[in-house]
């Protein structure tokens, strides 16, 4: 039995740690306790105790013994007064303690109106109101009364304070459903207001996103007129969220509205918003909405109207969905004539979509006979999109017909009733044809053909083993096998001759096919021999296609790959070079898929010696990968600096690179990072580089970082630039790591400071061209955000205009664009960072060191093409000569031209039509014969060009970037570089922001 009067004399001693185990002790002894009166009242005071964390255990056990405690009125008054304390944990509490005994509170009503009161109130503080509107979900569901709760909620959605306003707009799509019935539709209008009219464009969209959640819980004689409203409110509202949450709703709602007809007119309607996202979000809700509407002909009707609709993305969509239409129509046939006359349209894109539907809807149509003739016939025409299309349905279905005759003629023989032979002589010289009809084409046709007859021979063998089973034994099972093989081969071996196609994405394509239907093909044993034939072949397209089909294939093979690997490790040492040249191509192909790499990179080490250059190259390419993989480290890792000084550079060059990526997996790190430091005076410049590089981050694993932060300052001094620079770099990292480890927010500053410091060292190391910088612009921005209050938006927009600047041809490269626009998210980020919160700004920085660690490969080679195009710069254009000088120019020409006729294209029905379609028409006329005779005429087209693109584009903030761009076009000196920028610079003009439409479109 406890001791009662001991615990309550604990509460008045002086010692604080004694009141906070009186305070544990009577919340976890409450019901044993013989006097409950005295252990409530010995809480309620220790509630109202001077030591804050005697408070905080006080409030905690009070809660806990709530359900037995004598006065609940008094305990919750007493949770109320404390939400005034000024200490942020007891607040927190309080709070807490609140939302949680109140379900057991008797008079519901009474603590439901100081909770609100807590919220409305002036004078709580921020934590109070935010606390408890953040569990208000809990009491809400505890509350009876929800008409009084969403009256409540209405009046919080125009709080002074955002949080409030957002999460108690959130919480009415969880109040509606439970409303009688005879408020609901003054509920309606209630959100119809707020979606409206409130002041707050966040409750506007949550309002609007309240729409579709309560829709179906509305009575059914005011859904149309409901769905009409919100379609109003879209229409009305210049808020594009409250549009796009609107839309987005509809599809879900639209099942339960009683006027289906109506309201697929409605969203007809919004087909020809003036607005694109909104049509573009109409023409998604028809699709989704097609299969709930009763009049399937009339859906198909309206979706042929829009095929033809003047934006494209409306015009796109429609025709995607005609395919998914069409099965629920009943006269198909009809529909199927219908789309053969709409081939020979006028309208070239209503041609080009006929086409397409056509073959994808061939499987649909019941006469089939006179759909495969119509097709024929249409194949026969010659234009190139009908005849891409009409050929890709024709591989499609060619083994099928060619198949279906063949066993009708076996049940003939075995005295069943012969069927009309529709097929026979033309079918066979269709078939016989078929790789000569497609090999005469352009290659468009050719990689569709390709694509198309790999997809039939696969699923051809899926569908003739379920439909032949039944028939196998009546038919001749033997007989209809063999048939069966023998045609079969034909098509197979005319997909092997796509493998040799003269254009390269051709033979890609076929050989990605032959790997798709590899497995569902009859007698594989002869295909790989034909393959094993083929790799052999004097012609070299032929052999070229046979090899990379057996790449395709290795890449697919889903068994076992080791006994592969090992094979190409006995291949590898063939006299013929062709089969070492192929073996070379397959490492990177069969190397991911082989279990057990623990091996595999001291293979590629033997491989590195081969006397084969190929094979050197590929398999040093592999072994920064296979590092990760080795079963000895330490071992790996002396091999590859031993590789550092082979004769060949190649293998110099990845050993070097697989040491930077390696370090972090050597256990001896101190012995790398010396390893590293000697490397960097390395008599190879790449070797230099790559060590140096790598300093950076491994000075976040290195033991010692003292010495090691004595290293980098020696480096800083060597002869080399190179390594000066990356050196200063690695300086700056290694500061990132001391801000990493602050504990006190000028500790932390001071450590980014530095950082900076050091990366503009690095950037303005001197150098006779420019090497494009990541590193400073981009945590110079951040240090300016996190401390100098600078706008995120203005600082991101910056480090991309910077760090693009420099960059050429950065548009071919995704990925460097996936990374840069990483870190001006990032930059974004720190912007809605809190000031002063010490914990989420290093989280930041961890976060930034993490995406520069992931880039690194990126950056590192556009700096190595940098330089190595400065290195021969001076050497390669003597070399070029004034001939090649102006191929280059003709070819950047020609891909100015076709850049804007396809930005033109792009733009039409915006506001930028008019200014691409000028800059379209201007760059068409550009010509030139002689480089040194129509010099002065190149220079004044291309300053007439940027007249007119300054004249015409709004100088508004938001097109800065856009003038930064002219501005760099027009400092440029090097004539090819200015039109190569111009290039580059017309993909941005359909972006650039227009006051408004331009009229008539």
């Known amino acids: 039995m406890s001791d009662q009067p001991e615990i309550h004399d604990k509460t008045f001693n002086q010692a604080s740690n004694e009141r906070i185990k009186a305070a544990r002790q009577l919340g976890t002894l409450f019901e044993v306790f013989p006097d409950r009166r005295q252990a409530f009242e010995d809480l309620l005071r220790l509630c109202s105790d001077r030591d804050s964390e005697v408070r905080e255990e006080a409030v905690n056990s009070l809660t806990t013994v709530f359900p037995n405690v004598p006065e609940k009125e008094l305990a919750w008054e007493r949770f109320v007064n404390l939400t005034a304390y000024p200490v942020e944990r007891i607040i927190r509490t309080a709070v807490n303690s609140l939302i949680a005994v109140f379900p057991l509170m008797p008079d519901k009503k009474r603590a439901w109106k100081d909770l609100i009161e807590l919220v409305n109130s002036k004078s709580s503080l921020e934590d109070v109101s935010r606390g408890i509107i953040r569990s208000l979900p809990n009491a809400i569901s505890e509350f009876p009364d929800k008409g009084q709760v969403w009256k409540d909620l209405l009046e919080m959605t125009a709080s002074d304070d955002l949080y409030v306003r957002e999460k108690s707009a959130s919480f009415l799509s969880m109040v509606f459903p439970e ?24 409750v506007r969209e949550q309002a609007s996103k309240t729409f579709g959640e309560v829709f179906s819980f509305l ?7 409901a769905w009409e409203e919100m379609l109003q409110i879209a229409g009305k509202s210049v808020d594009q969220a409250v549009q796009k949450e609107i839309l987005l709703a509809l599809p879900s709602i639209f099942s339960t509205v009683p006027d289906k007809n109506r309201a697929w007119n409605s969203i007809l309607r919004l087909i020809e918003d003036e607005r694109g996202p909104v049509r573009k979000q109409a023409a998604n809700i028809l699709i989704s909405i097609f299969p709930d509407t009763p009049n399937k002909n009339r859906v198909w009707s309206d979706l042929l109207k829009l095929t033809g609709a003047w934006d494209r993305y409306v015009r796109d969509t429609a025709a995607d969905a005609l395919v998914s239409v069409f099965p629920y129509l009943e006269d198909k046939d009809a529909v199927w004539k219908e789309l ?85 002589g033309k079918k066979e010289v269709k078939s016989a044809g078929f790789y000569k009809l497609a090999s005469e084409k352009a290659a468009f046709v050719r990689r569709d053909a390709a694509n198309s007859l790999g997809y039939a021979l696969s699923e051809e063998k899926r569908g003739k083993k379920k439909g032949m089973m039944g028939e196998r034994e009546v038919m001749g099972k033997e007989k209809i096998e063999n048939e069966q093989v023998k045609e079969n081969k034909k098509p197979v071996f005319d997909l092997l001759k796509f493998t040799g196609d003269r254009d390269e994405y051709v033979r890609k394509d076929a050989a990605e096919s032959f790997a798709r239907a590899y497995s569902g093909l009859p007698e594989k044993e002869e295909i790989v021999e034909e393959l094993i034939r083929l790799s052999s072949d004097p012609d070299p397209q032929m052999r070229r296609g046979a090899i990379e089909s057996l790449l395709a294939l290795y890449s697919r093979k889903s068994g076992k790959t080791q006994d592969v690997w090992r094979e190409l490790l006995k291949m590898s040492g063939d006299g013929d070079t062709g089969v070492r040249k192929g073996t070379a191509g397959l490492l990177s192909y069969v190397f991911p898929a082989v279990e057990e790499k623990s091996s595999v990179f001291f293979d590629l080490v033997r491989l590195t010696e081969s006397q084969d250059a190929q094979l050197r190259k590929r398999a040093v390419e592999l072994l920064a990968v296979a590092f990760a993989y080795s079963d000895n480290k330490q071992r790996a890792w002396k091999d590859l600096l031993r590789l550092t000084s082979v004769e060949d550079r190649e293998v110099r060059k990845g050993a070097a690179l697989a040491l930077s990526s390696g370090y972090s997996g050597v256990p001896d790190k ?126 991101s927009e910056r480090y991309l205009s910077e760090v693009t600047h420099e960059i050429k041809d950065l548009e071919e490269n995704q990925k460097l664009l996936e990374a840069l626009e990483e870190f001006a998210g990032l930059l974004r980020a720190a912007g809605n960072l809190i000031p002063g919160d010490l914990p989420a700004q290093k989280e930041l920085l961890e976060a930034c060191i993490g995406a520069f660690d992931r880039a690194s490969g990126l950056f590192e080679a556009v700096e190595e093409d940098a330089i190595l195009a400065q290195k021969s710069v001076k050497k390669e254009y003597p070399k070029i000569g004034k001939v090649v000088l102006e191929q280059k120019l003709k070819e950047t020409l020609s891909g100015i031209r076709y850049k804007a006729r396809t930005a033109c294209l792009q733009a039409k029905g915006t506001p930028t039509e008019k200014i691409t379609c000028t800059v379209s028409q201007k760059v068409r006329e550009w010509i030139f014969q002689d480089l040194e005779k129509d010099r002065k005429e190149l220079d004044r087209q291309l300053d007439s060009l940027l007249n007119i693109l300054r004249a015409q584009i709004p100088n508004v903030p938001e097109n800065t970037y856009i003038f930064e761009k002219l501005e760099d076009i027009r400092q440029e000196q090097d004539l090819l570089e200015r039109y190569r920028r111009v290039g580059r610079f017309i993909g941005l003009i359909p972006g650039v922001r227009m006051p408004s439409r331009a009229s008539g479109k």
């Open 340 to 424: 053969m006359g709409l081939t020979g349209n006028e309208d070239e894109y209503i041609q080009r979509t006929a086409a397409d539907t056509l073959s994808k809807v061939f499987p649909y149509v019941s006469d089939k006979s006179q759909a495969y003739s119509d097709l024929m016939n249409l194949a026969e025409k010659r234009d190139s999109y009908v005849l891409r299309r009409v050929v890709k349905t024709l591989a499609l279905i060619d083994p099928q017909f060619y198949e279906g005759y063949k066993i009708s003629e076996v049940k003939a023989e075995n005295g069943e009733t012969k069927e009309k032979e529709i097929w026979e």
């Open 179 to 202: 409303l009688p019935e005879e408020k609901k539709g003054k509920a309606w209008e209630d959100l119809l207001e707020m979606a409206g009219e409130a002041g707050d464009i966040q």
């Open 219 to 225: 009575p059914d004689e005011k859904k149309d007129e």
């Open 670 to 795: 101190g012995k790398a990072w010396s390893d590293l430091i000697r490397l960097s005076a390395h008599s190879d410049s790449f070797v230099q580089r790559a060590a140096t590089r790598a300093l950076g981050p491994a000075f976040f694993d290195v033991p010692d970082k003292t010495q090691a932060w004595r290293d980098l300052q020696v480096l800083i001094d060597n002869p080399y630039i190179y390594v000066r620079r990356y050196a200063l770099r690695s300086l700056g990292r290694a500061s990132l790591w001391r801000a990493l480890r602050a504990e006190n927010e000028a500790t932390y500053l001071f450590g980014l400071k530095e950082a900076v410091k050091y990366f503009k060292e690095a950037a303005e190391t001197s150098i006779d061209n420019v090497i494009p910088e990541f590193y400073y612009p981009f945590y110079e921005a951040l240090l300016q955000i996190l401390f100098n209050e600078r706008s995120f938006r203005f600082e």
